[in-house]
């Protein structure tokens, strides 16, 4: 049984920074590529970004890019969401997710989380 547990979403002040984790079982873990995906009240789920099993490939939404940061510790089987300089458009539940390759497309991913709400205050 694969699960994927989000933490560290919250309340935050506009131009703060937040870190989200993700602790993944049931897998091996380095094996598998990595993704963050965010869905905002009445909007589609939409990628955020993305990292290889080795960490050596990365892939970012452009609304995120230079304010995020993703990582991963693969003798933790943690991914990480290093978010800052948030925006109040960055308000959403934000999803881990595991897959095969690194991707922008949800259908990349087999296994999901089940989000933490992410809230910037203006």
């Known amino acids: 049984q694969v699960q994927l547990v989000e933490s560290g979403g919250g309340l935050v002040q506009a131009g703060g920074s937040l870190r989200l984790s993700c602790a993944a079982s049931?897998?091996?873990?380095?094996?598998?590529?990595m993704g963050w995906f965010r869905q905002a009240p009445e909007k589609e789920r939409e990628f955020v970004a993305a990292?290889?099993?080795?960490?050596?490939?990365?892939s970012y939404a452009d609304s995120v890019k230079g304010r995020f940061t993703i990582s991963r510790d693969n003798p933790k089987n943690t991914v990480y969401l290093l978010m800052d300089s948030l925006k109040p458009e960055d308000t959403a539940v934000y999803y881990c997710?595991?897959?095969?390759?690194?991707?922008?497309?949800?259908?990349?991913?087999?296994?999901w989380g089940q989000g933490t709400q992410v809230t910037v205050s203006s």
């Open positions: 990292i290889s099993w080795r960490g050596d490939l990365t």
């Open positions: 049931g897998r091996t873990f380095s094996r598998y590529a």
């Open positions: 997710a595991s897959g095969v390759r690194v991707a922008g497309t949800e259908r990349a991913y087999d296994y």
